[in-house]
């Protein structure tokens, strides 16, 4: 057969293909369709691009969520995603999935920036330890606020149980094969580059740091053997000796175990010590500095209360130690003596105060006047030692509320004589450290200098060297020469 036969046969059965019933379609009438069908998918996918993009700025601006309630019904089917923010947060992805999923991830892979009142904290499940999961759970239930991070049981009672699951739950998803995209997802919070990152350069700092990471392994499983390298470097550059030395026990293996957990709680109790005695020299401080200005006294008393009242208010403030309520109010009736004076006179029997709470009306307590009054005389005659050696009826705490209320409220009755008022001088004395004048030991700027490099710490106004040992000199002498190998940076 020649090529002429060859064409003439392919243009007959062409013929016979375009003469076929009408009911029975031929290759290209379905070609035809598919191509139009094709049409029509990709033209739904362009009509689906504005709503996403208008879901991508709701998202990104919540002021904008109650005006769309109109489309709320179009949004129905994306409520379980949510939309990816920055395209360098998400994962390479396989070639398989298709663009549209490629903009979605799912929602139940929390970030922990998000506030907590957006999401529920993901349950855990692993085979073999269905009673621990279970436990681990109802905390996850009853523990929803990140500042409370440092009250977990499993936080304040270290527990192996807790820390298998964790590493079991992490080896299970590392050695799954077919990963989805949540997995990927979840996987990425185990990465040491997206635990929280201290960047802080005080004990302030660091407590709520550890606060920050804990809650990082509450909210998604790490295990502690994860995490020790992290807690370490951060102390270490903290410089800190103290809490460098109880991190470094906190953080130590039983007997080799993988498992063993960080003793979270020994590492909070030192920071809040530190942190107590901190804020105790700070007050005293403050305090001093206000009176010191030589001010009127009424706007001087009047500033000693709001200092005290932002003060006390903090969590940490709450238990001030009896030396420190005692030189307080010593200091007052030694430099405010006309003041307190009046206010224990004018102090009612029944003296009423508002204590306020976070997310509840303020509370209002009444405290006994006459009692207030007589432990005030006592403060004022006896000697500090008698003072500490006494048993009280009321508190510091109570006696210190009465006199702010009192003053407050009587503060245009109390009147002062007019007496020639010399400006008030900083004391004479020279700073132990360096010799000069004007300033305090605890704000001495090379004794400060050291502390920074960790050469020194400073505890109850006393300088310490990083071994622990305090330095003291006599009146002919400064630390920065007796002791140079500590301030050589500084002198």
């Known amino acids: 057969m020649d090529s002429t036969d060859v064409l003439n046969e392919k243009s007959m059965i062409y013929e016979s293909c375009s003469t076929v019933d009408a009911t029975r379609p031929s290759n290209s009438c379905l070609v035809n369709q598919i191509t139009q069908l094709t049409n029509e998918v990709r033209d739904a996918i362009e009509s689906l691009r504005p709503l996403v993009q208008k879901l991508l700025q709701i ?130 919070k185990f990465d040491e580059s997206k635990f929280p990152t201290f960047k802080g350069d005080d004990y302030d700092s660091f407590y709520y740091w550890l606060k920050r990471l804990v809650w990082y392994k509450h909210t998604y499983f790490i295990p502690d053997y994860l995490i020790r390298d992290t807690l370490l470097d951060a102390t270490l550059s903290l410089n800190k000796p103290d809490l460098t030395m109880v991190v470094r026990s906190s953080c130590k293996l039983l007997q080799h175990f993988l498992s063993s957990p960080i003793r979270y709680d020994l590492i909070f109790s030192l920071l809040k010590v530190f942190i107590i005695d901190d ?63 009046q206010i224990i006179a004018y102090m009612k029997p029944i003296v009423r105060v508002a204590r306020p709470k976070e997310q509840e009306i303020n509370t209002i307590v009444e405290l006994d006047g006459f009692e207030i009054k007589a432990h005030l005389e006592l403060i004022k005659k006896c000697s500090q030692e008698q003072v500490l050696a006494m048993k009280m009826a009321v508190t510091f705490g109570e006696i210190w509320e009465a006199v702010s209320v009192t003053y407050t409220q009587r503060i245009t009755h109390i009147h002062l004589l007019d007496k020639p008022k010399k400006p008030a001088l900083r004391s004479t004395k020279s700073c132990p450290a360096c010799g000069k004048f004007g300033h305090k030991l605890v704000k001495c700027y090379s004794v400060r200098g050291a502390v920074r490099d960790g050469l020194v710490f400073i505890k109850n106004g006393h300088v310490y060297s990083s071994s622990g040992e305090q330095l003291k000199v006599n009146k002919s002498e400064v630390m920065v020469k007796k002791y140079a190998n500590l301030f050589q940076r500084r002198t």
Request: aromatic share 8%; charged share 25%.
């Open 59 to 188: 998202e990104m601006n919540p002021s904008t969520r109650s005006s769309t309630e109109s489309e709320s019904a179009q949004m129905n089917s994306y409520s379980n995603f949510q939309l990816i923010r920055d395209p360098s947060q998400s994962i390479t992805r396989p070639n398989e999935i298709s663009e549209s999923q490629m903009m979605l991830q799912p929602t139940f892979i929390h970030d922990y920036s998000l506030n907590n009142q957006y999401f529920d904290l993901q349950e855990i499940m692993v085979e073999g330890y269905e009673e621990t999961c279970a436990y681990i759970n109802d905390i996850r239930k009853k523990f929803t606020d990140a500042d409370r991070a440092n009250e977990l049981p499993y936080i304040q009672y270290r527990s192996r149980q807790v820390e298998k699951v964790f590493i079991a739950n992490y080896t299970a998803l590392a050695l799954k094969l077919n990963k989805s995209m949540a997995d990927e997802l979840m996987l990425e």
């Open 279 to 341: 804020k105790n020299i700070d007050i005293i401080d403050v305090i001093s500095d206000v009176i010191h200005l030589g001010l009127d006294p009424k706007s001087t008393m009047l500033t000693i209360c709001a200092e005290m009242d932002v003060f006390i208010r903090t969590k940490e403030s709450k238990e001030l130690l009896l030396i420190t309520w005692v030189q307080l109010f010593k200091m007052l009736f030694e430099e405010l003596e006309e003041i307190m004076d």
